[in-house]
Nanobody, 118 residues
Framework: VQLQASGGGLVQAGGSLRLSCAAS????????MGWFRQAPGKEREFVTR????????LYGDSVKGRFTMSRDNAKNTVYLQMNSLKPEDTAVYYC????????????WGQGTQVTVSS
């Protein structure tokens, strides 16, 4: 299984970025997909997750109203649209996959760096 995250970069506060995560070697439509992030010196933080069908997105309090997660099962890809970015959004962003009945995420991508300058 491979999860390849991309789309990170440097952006000014108030700007936008769109992350992608392409999955391979798994039955993509069977998996709940999530995004997490980890800033230097901090614990990994839940950002959002989406169900197999693309509905029922759940967001962490710090990103509600600014981030939107979506998925395209035909392309085995999930997206994270990040708007109104803040310096505190700076982190490495990871995508992850789990079966709905799993208590924890089974597969993780390598991460993509997002840096928001003030």
């Amino acid at each position: 299984v491979q999860l390849q995250a991309s789309g990170g970069g440097l952006v000014q506060a108030g700007g936008s970025l769109r992350l992608s995560c392409a999955a391979s070697r798994l039955t993509f439509s069977a998996y709940t997909m999530g995004w997490f992030r980890q800033a230097p010196g901090k614990e990994r933080e839940f950002v959002t997750r989406i169900t197999r069908s693309g509905g029922g997105a759940l967001y962490g309090d710090s990103v509600k109203g600014r981030f939107t997660m979506s998925r395209d099962n035909a392309k085995n890809t999930v997206y994270l649209q990040m708007n109104s970015l803040k310096p505190e959004d700076t982190a490495v962003y990871y995508c992850a996959a789990k079966l709905p009945e799993s208590m924890q995420y089974d597969y993780w991508g390598q991460g993509t760096q997002v840096t928001v300058s003030s």
